[in-house]
């Protein structure tokens, strides 16, 4: 079989060409011609068929989602670490978190996202899920004042409401601490104990221990609003 044989003359012609078209124009209008060409290939394409572009953007999406649904979890672990050192370097019974979001019909309720009691001690995070703050007087007392430390007549004096409430579940004393972003609230980091006999710390130490722990929680808690964009 006769091998074709290579057609140089139509090479020469479109060297030609070229060569014609740079004197005329110049060799930076052919640069710019050739570096336009794949993104008006890329144009054309997406015009035809952009499902390959909404794909990309789909799968990339879904990278940042996975990205940070595991950061979440991994810093909620974090928070959760953190409340059995709070007890048990307190002697408590339970501590807890209440953070604060925004609701469907006013600005501000609170929830119990994290909890820690110690065996035998009832749960109490079931009554305080999507609670309005408007029903409680210590989350503005703890806004004006930052900590809250005292038994459960001390608590009735400043709000009855909750002290009922607290009053419910056995608990004989409680010490609080509002958690802060900047100049607003972001929740409350909450102690009690059902027996007051075990409080082996006056008040002031209480009220450092709470501090101690507070810049952290503060912390974990804004990164936690921004992941889940409460």
């Given at each position: 079989?006769?091998?074709?044989?290579?057609?140089?003359?139509?090479?020469?012609?479109?060297?030609?060409?070229?060569?014609?078209?740079?004197?005329?124009?110049?060799?930076?209008?052919?640069i710019?011609?050739?570096?336009?060409?794949?993104?008006?290939?890329?144009?054309?394409?997406?015009?035809?068929?952009?499902?390959?572009?909404l794909?990309?953007?789909?799968?990339?999406?879904?990278?940042?989602?996975?990205?940070?649904?595991?950061?979440?979890?991994?810093?909620?672990?974090?928070?959760?670490?953190?409340?059995?050192?709070?007890l048990?370097?307190?002697?408590?019974?339970?501590?807890?978190?209440?953070?604060?979001?925004?609701?469907k019909?006013?600005?501000m309720f609170g929830?119990?996202?994290?909890e820690?009691p110690?065996?035998?001690?009832?749960?109490?995070?079931?009554?305080?899920?999507?609670?309005?703050?408007?029903?409680?007087?210590?989350?503005?007392?703890l806004?004006?004042?930052?900590?809250?430390?005292?038994?459960?007549?001390?608590?009735?004096?400043?709000?009855?409401?909750m002290?009922?409430?607290?009053?419910?579940?056995h608990v004989q004393?409680?010490?609080?601490?509002?958690?802060?972003?900047?100049?607003?609230?972001?929740?409350?980091l909450?102690?009690?104990?059902?027996?007051?006999?075990?409080?082996?710390?006056d008040?002031?130490?209480?009220?450092?221990r709470?501090?101690?722990?507070?810049?952290?929680?503060?912390e974990?808690?804004?990164?936690r609003?921004?992941?889940?964009?409460?």
């Open positions: 079989m006769e091998q074709k044989q290579p057609d140089y003359g139509s090479g020469f012609s479109f060297l030609g060409m070229l060569l014609g078209y740079a004197e005329k124009h110049g060799w930076g209008q052919i710019i011609g050739m570096l336009l060409l794949p993104i008006m290939f890329l144009l054309f394409r997406v015009c035809y068929d952009p499902s390959f572009i794909e990309k953007l789909q799968q990339k999406q879904m990278e940042e989602h996975v990205i940070e649904e595991i950061e979440r979890i991994e810093n909620d672990a974090e928070i959760n670490k953190l409340l059995p050192d709070i048990y370097s307190m002697n408590a019974d339970n501590c807890w978190i209440i953070q604060y979001h925004n609701g019909s006013d600005w929830s119990m996202r994290f820690y110690r065996d035998g001690i009832k749960s109490i995070k079931q009554e305080f899920c999507d609670v309005h703050l408007s029903w409680f007087l210590i989350p503005q007392y806004w004006e004042n930052r900590y809250f430390a005292g038994t459960i007549d001390d608590m009735d004096k400043v709000d009855p409401c002290a009922k409430l607290l009053d419910n579940f004393y409680v010490a609080c601490v509002v958690l802060r972003k900047g100049d607003g609230p972001l929740g409350v909450g102690v009690v104990w059902n027996d007051a006999t075990k409080i082996k710390m008040k002031e130490r209480i009220r450092a709470l501090n101690n722990y507070s810049g952290k929680l503060e974990l808690l804004i990164r609003k921004e992941l889940i964009k409460l």
